[in-house]
């Protein structure tokens, strides 16, 4: 398996972080001292980013289109995560893990989408939703437990969504009910990513309904313990990512798998989410990239008209309007993901990455089909299925409307108490 470039803490790399010396100041050439352009990425990074760009190249792509038409994940491609590293990014090294920053995560979720959203979205799912959890919430014997599983070798799985509760996620029924030093829990959950593969599930459930929301818990659990695969959808797109519905049927878990506490799952699932969002985000980027990279080309060896198609001005400003866009949504998201890794507030700019993002990875892809003509419109190239990939940036962890009302609600903060200007006195 390929195996040429694991990824593991780098301690050349710290060391080079400790012996970085200020800059002295200079009245002749203006800069900020630590200030950089949000896409220069730091040596880590950008090895990060080379490892995935040819695990993608060389162990992903061949295996595509088969996965996308058998709607499966080829497990090869599991474990191949897995050897490289790629699943336990921020995960400390005493784990297992890669002990990596969240950006280093949103670039290795990038790098995957633009060969494939379907493993993108796998490794997103495990790493910015599954693994954040347990090391943010979890105690030291869980973690102890269970990230070097998630690091190493079993898919995790976030159970949130049910039939009755999508946006509104906290209006879910599944319950759990404390037998002796057990839960034992009843319910269904639907949309489930990751499900069919996974071997470790965190689930959502709630353990006193009187006190609504408050009453909602975080649980893990593993196949094992009677969680059934009731039926696995068949989708528009990233089609060999298992969603499934999952039932819960007298599903004993033990107490001590009670993550973060009684009563916490609704601010776990909240804070949480907003972080996926940057995951979901810099899917749908790595996706616009790839369907562009994939098109354009094409249309300077197309000829018409004794010309190269791509060379008309029609064309050639449809391109250059896409690669704004899809500059754009790079700078959104990756702006979103260092404030989040300096610890500053990101809720409105991962809505803003993950609206924007869906919007521009929908169009870029849309019109990477028409520049590609007919053959655009057939499955040998591959193009549709970037197109077909990229619905799904609009539902998932979170609407486009849901993530304008987020927008909305912190312009509204901002400005709706904000003093009324009058009229200067004469």
Same mark, same amino acid.
């Given at each position: 398996?390929?195996?040429?470039?694991?990824?593991?803490p780098?301690?050349? +790399?710290?060391?080079?972080?400790?012996t970085t010396?200020?800059?002295?100041?200079s009245?002749s050439?203006?800069?900020? $001292?630590?200030v950089?352009?949000?896409d220069?990425?730091?040596?880590?990074e950008? %090895?990060?980013?080379?490892?995935?760009q040819?695990?993608?190249?060389?162990?992903? #792509?061949?295996?595509?289109?088969?996965?996308?038409? =058998?709607?499966? %994940?080829?497990?090869?491609?599991?474990?191949?995560l897995? &050897?490289?590293?790629?699943?336990?990014i921020?995960t400390?090294?005493?784990?297992?893990?890669?002990?990596?920053?969240?950006?280093?995560?949103?670039?290795?979720?990038?790098?995957l989408a #633009?060969v494939?959203?379907?493993v993108?979205?796998?490794?997103?799912?495990?790493?910015?939703?599954?693994?954040?959890?347990i090391?943010?919430?979890?105690?030291? /014997?869980?973690?102890?437990?269970w990230?070097?599983?998630?690091?190493?070798?079993? +898919?995790?799985?976030?159970? +949130?969504s049910?039939?009755?509760?999508? !946006?509104?996620?906290f209006?879910l029924?599944?319950?759990?009910?404390?037998?002796?030093?057990d839960?034992? @829990?009843?319910? /269904?959950? %639907?949309?489930?990513?990751?499900s069919?593969?996974? !071997?470790?599930?965190?689930?959502?459930?709630?353990? $006193?309904?009187?006190?609504?929301?408050?009453?909602?818990?975080?649980?893990?659990?593993?196949?094992? %313990? *009677?969680?059934?695969?009731?039926?696995?959808?068949?989708?528009?797109g990233?089609?060999? !990512?298992s969603t499934?519905?999952l039932?819960?049927?007298?599903?004993?878990i033990?107490?001590e798998?009670?993550? *973060?506490?009684?009563?916490?799952?609704?601010k776990?699932?909240?804070?949480? @989410? =907003? &972080?996926?969002?940057?995951?979901i985000?810099?899917?749908?980027l790595?996706?616009?990239?790839?369907?562009?990279a994939?098109?354009?080309?094409?249309?300077?060896?197309? =000829?018409?008209?004794k010309?190269?198609?791509?060379?008309?001005?029609?064309?050639?400003?449809?391109?250059?309007?896409?690669?704004?866009?899809?500059?754009t949504?790079?700078? @959104?998201?990756y702006?979103?993901?260092?404030?989040? &890794?300096?610890?500053?507030?990101?809720?409105?700019?991962?809505?803003?990455?993950k609206?924007?993002?869906s919007?521009?990875?929908?169009?870029v892809?849309?019109?990477?089909?028409?520049?590609?003509? *007919?053959? *655009?419109? /057939?499955?040998?190239?591959g193009?549709?299925?970037?197109?077909?990939?990229?619905?799904?940036?609009?539902?998932y962890?979170?609407?486009? =409307?849901i993530?304008?009302? /987020?927008i909305?609600k912190?312009?509204?903060k901002?400005f709706? !108490?904000?003093?009324?200007?009058?009229?200067?006195?004469?």
């Amino acid at each position: 398996m390929y195996r040429n470039s694991m990824l593991r803490p780098l301690g050349s +790399l710290r060391a080079l972080r400790s012996t970085t010396r200020a800059r002295p100041f200079s009245s002749s050439i203006p800069r900020l $001292d630590g200030v950089k352009p949000l896409d220069v990425l730091t040596d880590e990074e950008e %090895m990060i980013r080379e490892t995935v760009q040819r695990f993608a190249n060389e162990v992903v #792509k061949p295996r595509v289109r088969e996965m996308d038409e =058998n709607e499966r %994940m080829d497990p090869e491609i599991i474990k191949g995560l897995f &050897e490289q590293g790629l699943m336990g990014i921020e995960t400390s090294a005493a784990h297992g893990g890669s002990e990596s920053s969240f950006t280093s995560a949103i670039i290795a979720i990038e790098e995957l989408a #633009k060969v494939d959203p379907s493993v993108s979205v796998l490794c997103d799912v495990h790493n910015t939703l599954v693994n954040t959890v347990i090391r943010k919430y979890a105690t030291e /014997t869980q973690k102890e437990k269970w990230l070097p599983l998630l690091a190493t070798e079993q +898919l995790g799985s976030f159970c +949130l969504s049910e039939a009755a509760s999508g !946006s509104d996620a906290f209006a879910l029924q599944t319950k759990a009910q404390k037998v002796g030093n057990d839960y034992v @829990l009843n319910g /269904t959950k %639907m949309w489930i990513t990751n499900s069919y593969e996974a !071997s470790i599930f965190l689930i959502f459930a709630n353990i $006193d309904p009187s006190k609504g929301y408050k009453g909602i818990t975080c649980f893990i659990g593993t196949k094992d %313990m *009677g969680i059934e695969i009731a039926k696995k959808e068949q989708k528009l797109g990233i089609r060999a !990512s298992s969603t499934c519905t999952l039932n819960f049927d007298d599903v004993k878990i033990p107490a001590e798998n009670i993550i *973060g506490g009684e009563g916490q799952g609704y601010k776990i699932a909240i804070e949480i @989410l =907003n &972080e996926g969002r940057i995951g979901i985000a810099a899917q749908m980027l790595g996706l616009a990239q790839g369907a562009f990279a994939l098109s354009v080309p094409y249309t300077y060896t197309r =000829n018409q008209f004794k010309q190269p198609i791509g060379t008309f001005q029609g064309m050639a400003f449809s391109f250059a309007e896409a690669a704004t866009q899809i500059e754009t949504a790079k700078l @959104l998201t990756y702006n979103a993901a260092r404030r989040k &890794e300096a610890g500053l507030s990101f809720v409105k700019e991962a809505a803003m990455a993950k609206w924007w993002a869906s919007k521009v990875a929908q169009e870029v892809s849309g019109n990477a089909i028409e520049w590609m003509g *007919g053959l *655009g419109f /057939t499955r040998e190239t591959g193009v549709e299925k970037f197109w077909r990939d990229s619905k799904i940036g609009a539902i998932y962890e979170g609407t486009s =409307n849901i993530q304008l009302q /987020t927008i909305a609600k912190f312009i509204q903060k901002d400005f709706s !108490s904000a003093s009324v200007i009058s009229e200067p006195s004469i």
